[in-house]
Protein backbone atom coordinates (compact mmCIF):
# COMPACT_ATOMS: atom_id res chain seq x y z
CA UNK A 1 0.00 0.00 0.00
CA UNK A 2 1.48 3.26 -0.72
CA UNK A 3 1.53 6.48 1.56
CA UNK A 4 -1.45 8.26 -0.58
CA UNK A 5 -3.80 4.88 -0.03
CA UNK A 6 -3.52 4.68 3.61
CA UNK A 7 -6.94 4.99 4.58
CA UNK A 8 -6.59 3.48 8.38
CA UNK A 9 -4.44 2.04 10.83
CA UNK A 10 -4.97 -1.37 13.17
CA UNK A 11 -4.16 -0.33 16.68
CA UNK A 12 -5.22 -2.90 19.31
CA UNK A 13 -7.55 -4.64 17.15
CA UNK A 14 -9.64 -1.28 16.28
CA UNK A 15 -10.09 0.34 12.63
CA UNK A 16 -8.95 4.03 13.10
CA UNK A 17 -9.44 6.01 10.08
CA UNK A 18 -7.05 8.50 8.81
CA UNK A 19 -5.72 10.40 5.64
CA UNK A 20 -2.29 11.36 4.25
CA UNK A 21 -1.23 14.38 1.99
CA UNK A 22 2.52 15.18 0.60
CA UNK A 23 5.31 13.29 0.52
CA UNK A 24 5.50 9.55 2.61
CA UNK A 25 7.66 9.00 5.46
CA UNK A 26 10.51 7.93 3.50
CA UNK A 27 11.16 10.88 1.78
CA UNK A 28 10.16 13.89 3.86
CA UNK A 29 9.72 14.24 8.01
CA UNK A 30 6.05 13.96 8.63
CA UNK A 31 3.45 16.37 10.40
CA UNK A 32 1.14 14.36 12.54
CA UNK A 33 -2.15 16.09 13.40
CA UNK A 34 -4.13 15.02 16.60
CA UNK A 35 -7.60 16.60 16.57
CA UNK A 36 -9.72 18.45 19.41
CA UNK A 37 -12.31 16.76 21.89
CA UNK A 38 -15.06 16.87 18.85
CA UNK A 39 -13.11 16.41 15.80
CA UNK A 40 -11.83 13.89 13.08
CA UNK A 41 -9.99 13.76 9.94
CA UNK A 42 -12.15 15.53 7.69
CA UNK A 43 -13.00 18.69 10.37
CA UNK A 44 -9.16 19.77 9.93
CA UNK A 45 -11.24 20.75 6.91
CA UNK A 46 -8.30 21.99 4.16
CA UNK A 47 -5.90 22.52 6.62
CA UNK A 48 -3.84 19.34 5.79
CA UNK A 49 -3.42 19.69 2.56
CA UNK A 50 -2.18 23.44 2.44
CA UNK A 51 0.14 22.68 5.55
CA UNK A 52 1.63 20.07 3.39
CA UNK A 53 1.54 22.53 0.36
CA UNK A 54 3.48 25.24 2.84
CA UNK A 55 5.98 23.17 4.19
CA UNK A 56 7.04 20.37 1.56
CA UNK A 57 6.39 17.87 4.22
CA UNK A 58 4.08 14.64 4.83
CA UNK A 59 1.04 14.93 6.81
CA UNK A 60 -0.61 12.42 8.63
CA UNK A 61 -4.22 12.71 10.07
CA UNK A 62 -6.24 9.86 12.26
CA UNK A 63 -9.68 10.48 14.27
CA UNK A 64 -9.21 8.70 17.65
CA UNK A 65 -11.38 5.83 18.55
CA UNK A 66 -15.01 7.19 18.63
CA UNK A 67 -14.50 9.83 16.01
CA UNK A 68 -14.99 10.47 12.59
CA UNK A 69 -15.69 7.21 10.96
CA UNK A 70 -12.77 5.19 13.52
CA UNK A 71 -13.96 2.26 15.42
CA UNK A 72 -16.22 3.07 18.39
CA UNK A 73 -14.44 3.85 21.73
CA UNK A 74 -15.76 2.03 25.23
CA UNK A 75 -17.59 4.67 27.45
CA UNK A 76 -17.19 6.41 29.88
CA UNK A 77 -13.99 7.59 29.07
CA UNK A 78 -11.65 7.22 31.72
CA UNK A 79 -10.74 10.32 32.82
CA UNK A 80 -6.92 9.84 32.16
CA UNK A 81 -8.20 9.46 28.50
CA UNK A 82 -5.66 11.57 27.29
CA UNK A 83 -2.84 10.25 28.97
CA UNK A 84 -4.18 6.94 27.43
CA UNK A 85 -4.22 8.25 23.92
CA UNK A 86 -0.55 9.58 24.49
CA UNK A 87 1.05 6.36 26.29
CA UNK A 88 -0.78 3.67 24.40
CA UNK A 89 -2.49 4.41 21.06
CA UNK A 90 -0.55 7.32 19.57
CA UNK A 91 2.80 5.10 19.40
CA UNK A 92 0.91 2.40 18.06
CA UNK A 93 -0.42 4.77 15.33
CA UNK A 94 3.02 6.25 14.30
CA UNK A 95 4.28 2.16 13.74
CA UNK A 96 0.92 1.52 11.89
CA UNK A 97 1.88 4.21 9.17
CA UNK A 98 5.55 3.80 9.24
CA UNK A 99 6.12 7.23 10.51
CA UNK A 100 10.26 8.49 10.77
CA UNK A 101 10.96 11.40 11.87
CA UNK A 102 7.77 13.91 13.24
CA UNK A 103 6.70 16.77 14.68
CA UNK A 104 3.37 16.24 16.06
CA UNK A 105 0.60 19.04 15.32
CA UNK A 106 -2.38 19.18 18.05
CA UNK A 107 -5.25 20.74 18.72
CA UNK A 108 -6.91 21.01 22.44
CA UNK A 109 -7.50 17.79 23.51
CA UNK A 110 -4.66 16.66 20.78
CA UNK A 111 -2.53 19.37 21.61
CA UNK A 112 -2.48 18.00 25.64
CA UNK A 113 -2.44 14.52 23.84
CA UNK A 114 1.23 15.62 21.80
CA UNK A 115 2.77 16.94 25.14
CA UNK A 116 1.97 13.61 27.25
CA UNK A 117 3.45 12.21 24.41
CA UNK A 118 6.58 13.68 24.49
CA UNK A 119 7.10 14.44 27.97
CA UNK A 120 6.55 10.89 28.70
CA UNK A 121 8.14 8.67 26.04
CA UNK A 122 11.77 8.75 24.77
CA UNK A 123 10.87 8.87 20.82
CA UNK A 124 13.76 10.09 18.98
CA UNK A 125 11.05 9.99 15.61
CA UNK A 126 9.10 13.26 17.62
CA UNK A 127 11.39 16.28 16.58
CA UNK A 128 9.16 19.42 17.69
CA UNK A 129 5.74 19.77 19.06
CA UNK A 130 3.16 22.68 17.57
CA UNK A 131 0.37 22.76 19.83
CA UNK A 132 -2.54 24.26 19.08
CA UNK A 133 -4.68 25.82 22.14
CA UNK A 134 -3.14 23.10 24.75
CA UNK A 135 -4.90 22.73 28.22
CA UNK A 136 -2.60 20.66 31.41
CA UNK A 137 -5.24 21.66 33.53
CA UNK A 138 -8.43 22.51 34.07
CA UNK A 139 -10.10 26.27 34.47
CA UNK A 140 -13.72 27.24 35.68
CA UNK A 141 -13.99 29.77 32.13
CA UNK A 142 -13.70 26.38 30.36
CA UNK A 143 -15.27 24.52 31.84
CA UNK A 144 -18.15 26.90 31.98
CA UNK A 145 -17.85 26.57 28.16
CA UNK A 146 -18.14 22.65 28.19
CA UNK A 147 -20.82 23.25 30.05
CA UNK A 148 -22.24 25.39 27.46
CA UNK A 149 -21.72 22.92 24.99
CA UNK A 150 -23.58 20.47 26.66
CA UNK A 151 -26.44 22.79 26.86
CA UNK A 152 -26.19 23.19 23.02
CA UNK A 153 -25.80 19.58 22.40
CA UNK A 154 -29.21 18.91 24.37
CA UNK A 155 -31.42 21.87 22.87
CA UNK A 156 -29.83 22.75 19.94
CA UNK A 157 -28.79 21.15 16.98
CA UNK A 158 -25.03 20.50 17.79
CA UNK A 159 -25.96 16.77 16.86
CA UNK A 160 -27.12 17.45 13.94
CA UNK A 161 -24.48 19.46 12.88
CA UNK A 162 -21.73 16.67 13.82
CA UNK A 163 -23.98 13.77 12.18
CA UNK A 164 -21.82 14.33 8.25
CA UNK A 165 -18.93 13.74 10.39
CA UNK A 166 -19.00 11.21 13.33
CA UNK A 167 -21.11 7.56 13.32
CA UNK A 168 -22.77 8.31 16.10
CA UNK A 169 -22.55 11.99 17.23
CA UNK A 170 -24.06 11.32 20.60
CA UNK A 171 -21.08 8.81 21.49
CA UNK A 172 -18.90 11.00 20.27
CA UNK A 173 -20.65 14.31 22.40
CA UNK A 174 -20.74 12.16 25.73
CA UNK A 175 -17.22 10.10 25.46
CA UNK A 176 -15.64 14.08 26.00
CA UNK A 177 -18.49 16.26 27.57
CA UNK A 178 -19.25 13.56 30.05
CA UNK A 179 -15.37 12.96 31.31
CA UNK A 180 -14.78 17.12 31.32
CA UNK A 181 -17.56 17.96 33.38
CA UNK A 182 -17.46 14.48 35.75
CA UNK A 183 -17.03 16.57 39.26
CA UNK A 184 -13.50 14.69 39.88
CA UNK A 185 -11.89 16.43 36.99
CA UNK A 186 -12.38 19.34 38.53
CA UNK A 187 -8.81 18.26 39.70
CA UNK A 188 -7.34 16.64 36.40
CA UNK A 189 -3.70 18.37 36.03
CA UNK A 190 -0.79 17.02 33.78
CA UNK A 191 1.49 20.06 34.12
CA UNK A 192 4.06 17.94 35.48
CA UNK A 193 4.89 16.56 31.47
CA UNK A 194 6.31 19.88 30.68
CA UNK A 195 8.98 19.57 32.82
CA UNK A 196 10.46 16.20 30.66
CA UNK A 197 9.93 18.22 26.78
CA UNK A 198 13.21 17.83 25.49
CA UNK A 199 12.25 19.12 21.96
CA UNK A 200 11.19 22.50 20.72
CA UNK A 201 7.73 23.94 20.73
CA UNK A 202 5.27 26.17 18.88
CA UNK A 203 2.76 27.04 21.35
CA UNK A 204 -0.34 29.00 19.48
CA UNK A 205 -3.52 30.19 21.55
CA UNK A 206 -6.58 33.16 20.52
CA UNK A 207 -6.80 36.24 22.68
CA UNK A 208 -9.96 34.55 22.37
CA UNK A 209 -9.71 31.11 23.64
CA UNK A 210 -13.31 30.58 25.06
CA UNK A 211 -11.65 27.22 26.67
CA UNK A 212 -8.36 28.37 28.56
CA UNK A 213 -6.59 31.44 29.32
CA UNK A 214 -3.16 32.25 28.77
CA UNK A 215 -2.28 30.45 31.95
CA UNK A 216 -2.14 27.24 30.05
CA UNK A 217 0.50 29.30 28.08
CA UNK A 218 2.32 30.53 30.96
CA UNK A 219 2.95 27.41 32.28
CA UNK A 220 4.27 25.94 29.59
CA UNK A 221 6.58 28.46 28.66
CA UNK A 222 8.32 28.99 32.32
CA UNK A 223 8.31 25.09 33.03
CA UNK A 224 9.94 23.65 29.78
CA UNK A 225 13.30 22.84 29.56
CA UNK A 226 13.62 22.88 25.38
CA UNK A 227 12.61 25.72 23.70
CA UNK A 228 9.41 27.41 23.23
CA UNK A 229 7.78 30.13 21.18
CA UNK A 230 4.14 31.67 21.75
CA UNK A 231 1.85 33.23 19.39
CA UNK A 232 -1.48 34.79 20.98
CA UNK A 233 -3.59 35.92 18.04
CA UNK A 234 -5.67 38.57 17.65
CA UNK A 235 -9.52 37.91 16.55
CA UNK A 236 -9.07 34.38 17.35
CA UNK A 237 -10.97 32.02 19.38
CA UNK A 238 -9.96 28.02 19.92
CA UNK A 239 -9.24 27.31 16.86
CA UNK A 240 -6.65 28.85 15.29
CA UNK A 241 -6.34 27.13 12.30
CA UNK A 242 -9.72 28.01 11.20
CA UNK A 243 -10.09 31.29 12.60
CA UNK A 244 -6.77 33.04 11.61
CA UNK A 245 -5.60 29.89 9.14
CA UNK A 246 -3.65 32.24 7.08
CA UNK A 247 -1.58 33.87 10.22
CA UNK A 248 -1.56 30.56 11.66
CA UNK A 249 -0.22 28.23 8.67
CA UNK A 250 2.67 31.09 8.43
CA UNK A 251 3.57 30.08 11.79
CA UNK A 252 3.62 27.05 11.81
CA UNK A 253 6.01 26.80 8.03
CA UNK A 254 8.12 29.00 9.64
CA UNK A 255 8.54 27.05 12.90
CA UNK A 256 9.07 23.38 10.71
CA UNK A 257 11.58 25.76 8.26
CA UNK A 258 13.96 26.18 11.05
CA UNK A 259 13.46 23.01 12.69
CA UNK A 260 14.26 21.79 9.41
CA UNK A 261 17.68 23.30 9.07
CA UNK A 262 19.03 22.58 12.29
CA UNK A 263 18.02 19.23 11.29
CA UNK A 264 20.43 19.53 8.05
CA UNK A 265 22.90 21.70 9.92
CA UNK A 266 26.31 19.89 10.50
CA UNK A 267 27.65 20.35 13.97
CA UNK A 268 31.76 20.58 14.42
CA UNK A 269 33.04 19.63 17.47
CA UNK A 270 36.74 21.20 18.11
Known amino acids: MTWSELKSVNVDGMVLECAT ?8 PT ?9 CVELWRDFPAQIAADTGLGVLAFSRAGYGQSDPATLPRQLDYMTREANTVLPQ ?18 ATIAAIYAGSAVDAR ?31 DLATRM ?7 EATFRGWNDAWLAP ?5 DVSEVIDY ?4 SL ?8 YGTSAQIDELATRSYAPVEVAMLENCRHSPHLDQAEKTRHLIADFVSRLERIERSEVRVA
Open 163 to 169: APYHQDP
Open 126 to 156: VRGLVLMAPHFFTEGMGLMAIAKAKDAFDTG
Open 21 to 28: WGPSPTEA
Open 31 to 39: LVLLHEGLG
Open 93 to 110: VLDEAGIGRCILVGHSDG
Open 197 to 200: LRVP
Open 184 to 188: IFKDW
Open 203 to 210: VIQGHDDQ
